[in-house]
């Protein structure tokens, strides 16, 4: 993705996804959240991992979860790394989950925490000035909201926020060059 206009459609591209998915998951009544979220420790949770973050439980969440993407989103294409570092988050923040959460599990926020974590270790792993510029930012501005997000409470998966969050950092390691 080299021009910004691609990188704005690409952008797009993923908000629509997530919204067509809520809009189909409405007109279903919830089947699609009901057959992809992601149960912990049984088989076919296994294969929800990959398909988990793409749903919500209803609008609101999806709300949320796109006023974050937004501004995360830009950041990583700046960093060029949203692709490698989402399904990298999708992945172990997967695995976390069906190992450790306390019951199912959907929504993009793993996936944010996981760009989250990225952004704040590329600074220290690269030492570059704008990887270190968009890790402050990220410090400044999600701070507050990744600590709310994994504190343990009733209907928000902090294993998916933990281990989503890992998966950025061990992207950062991974992705340094």
Partial sequence: MKTLKSKVVFLVGIVALLWGLELAN???????????????????????????????????????????????????LVQRAFLPVMLISIVLGGLGTWAFASGPSLGFSGVLFGFMGFLLARGIYTRKPLAIIISLITFSYFSGIAWAGLIPQTGISWAGHFWGFVGGLVAAKQLKK
Avoid at 46 to 70: D, E, R, V
């Fill in 26 to 76: 409405v007109l279903s009544g919830g089947q699609i959240d009901h057959y992809g979220a992601l149960y912990p420790r049984t088989e076919i949770g296994l294969a929800q991992i990959l398909s988990a973050p793409f749903l919500h439980l209803n609008w609101t969440h999806l709300i949320g979860n796109t006023m974050a993407l937004i501004p995360l989103g830009v950041l990583m």
